[in-house]
């Protein structure tokens, strides 16, 4: 069949591509920039449209001779993301629609009790998206799952900074509320066996693994698993959703405006009420995946380095393409620029794997209280922070995130562009390149450019540039001696 997978620049979407490929469909992705999907492994044996979900008019390219449609996108983290997604799902229905779609697949998030009171607004869109779906004249199998656990998921990396960086914690009191987790390995799963359900199920489903825990327990486990002591747990009543996200914001590389939608959620029980989605897709012959072995897998695949995706991989539909720093000309103001070039006494090839390694474990090549400090302030205002780090210790591709920076563009042997992600009045970028100095040597070139908003954006500047000398010139220092004396 022809698959239609929406949000492949994200976490599962990112996964479920190359799985439906494996499986024999032909898979088309719909990204509203196409070079976002050029550096994944699987490019090469995808169509990639490009269209937004709320721009109508780039959709019927893209839904053209589709047969299965996944909706797999939501503005999680994102200022109205309600209204987002209500305007995106409709978008989505009708395009489906007219193009004559035979089956819609959309993964959504549990349904609360109705005695259990309000569902959070995360919950509530995610519950209206399901609606509109089902509504949309189209086949559609809506999938119900609670916490996903896997590498890179954003559920499973608050559990793990909070499980490992706390071994004793005051908590909130929905730790004791039970959830029914489940495997990403089961998500995919069930996604791609829903392509084949017959023409007349049009209904929701709940998936989750086969263990209901509370979140207590989920930590307990994960500390056994992991080989850490048993944690020290004190659910306490003072601390409320928006207290607990701010928590779970400073110790976890999950911003708050990610977490604080998760932790609401968590505020409901999420156990699955049903299990008819095995009438169609039976359990596999071992049985779902439980949650020590889900964890375990997780675990090694970070330890092993091989993380598919990230839950910081999708980036929001405002994040800004123009202008960049390497236009000849800015569309209008001021550009202010720092540049450093240093001369390296190593061939191209050793220079660019400093360059590629930069961030995450390996850090920023200077003054790391600095960039901590940016980091932690960042954090502060409700950005990103310094502690996203990074999916491969060793590789980079375009479109994913790199601490507080997304990579943009990447040339290997050449040059890496990193936009910043963190709050600012303005827009910056750093650009590093090693060129060849024609004596088997080779060139660093540096360039942070800043393109200011307004008169705090000037001001911004003016602030932190005394302390360029010592960040960037240090960093282009210190790449420089890296790739000449590797080790040091």
Not at 137 to 144: D, I
Not at 308 to 326: I, M, N, Q, V, Y
Not at 443 to 468: I, T
Request: proline content about 8%.
């Amino acid at each position: 069949m022809r698959c239609l997978v929406t949000g492949a620049t994200g976490y599962i979407g990112g996964r479920l591509a190359p799985r439906l490929l494996a499986e024999g469909h032909t898979v088309r992705c719909l990204a509203r920039k196409a070079g976002r999907l050029r550096d994944v492994p699987w490019a090469g044996q995808a169509e990639i449209a490009e269209g937004d979900l709320r721009k109508p008019a780039t959709l019927p390219a893209a839904f053209a001779g589709v047969d299965v449609a996944y909706y797999l996108v939501h503005s999680l983290g994102q200022a109205g993301f309600e209204a987002a997604d209500r305007e995106a799902a409709t978008n989505f229905a009708a395009a489906a629609r007219a193009a004559g779609v035979r089956r819609i697949v959309y993964l959504g998030g549990p349904e609360p009790a109705a005695d259990r009171g309000v569902p959070s607004p995360h919950l509530r869109s995610r519950a209206e998206v399901g609606r509109i779906l089902l509504g949309s004249g189209v086949p559609t199998a809506v999938l119900r799952a609670a916490v996903i656990i896997g590498s890179g998921s954003a559920s499973f990396e608050m559990l793990r900074y909070l499980t490992e960086r706390l071994p004793a914690m005051v908590t909130p009191r929905w730790v004791r509320n039970r959830i029914q987790p489940i495997a990403v390995r089961d998500v995919l799963r069930y996604l791609v066996a829903c392509a084949d359900l017959p023409a007349e199920v049009n209904r929701g489903f709940d998936i989750g693994g086969p263990d209901v825990l509370t979140f207590h327990d989920m930590m307990q486990r994960y500390a056994r698993v992991a080989g850490l002591p048993r944690r020290v747990i004190l659910p306490v009543r003072p601390l409320t959703p928006s207290l607990s996200s701010l928590w779970v914001g400073l110790i976890t590389p999950v911003p708050n405006a990610i977490a604080r939608p998760l932790v609401e959620s968590l505020v409901h029980e999420a156990v699955a009420h049903e299990h008819d989605i095995a009438r169609y897709v039976p359990d596999p012959p071992g049985g779902l995946t439980d949650f020590d072995q889900a964890v375990a897998l997780a675990l090694a695949k970070v330890r092993d380095a091989q993380v598919e995706t990230r839950w910081s991989t999708a980036s929001g539909p405002d994040a800004p393409a123009e202008p960049l720093p390497s236009d000849p000309a800015w569309s209008g103001g001021s550009a202010y620029t720092d540049l450093r070039e240093r001369a390296v006494a190593a061939p191209v090839a050793a220079l660019w794997r400093v360059i590629e390694g930069v961030g995450g474990e390996h850090g920023w090549y200077s003054f790391p209280l600095a960039w901590s400090v940016r980091g932690w302030l960042d954090r502060l205002v409700g950005g990103v922070g310094l502690r996203r780090g990074r999916r491969d210790p060793h590789r980079l591709q375009v479109g994913e995130a790199l601490d507080f920076w997304r990579v943009e563009e990447i040339i290997p042997g050449e040059l890496l562009r990193l936009r910043a992600e963190m709050r600012l009045p303005g827009r910056a970028w750093l650009e590093m390149r090693a060129e060849p100095d024609g004596d088997g040597g080779s060139r660093y070139v540096q360039r942070a450019v800043f393109l200011p908003h307004g008169l705090a954006g000037h001001l911004y500047w003016k602030s932190v540039a005394p302390f360029h000398a010592v960040v960037f010139g240090g960093m282009a220092r210190n790449i420089a001696r890296g790739a000449t004396h590797p080790g040091s």
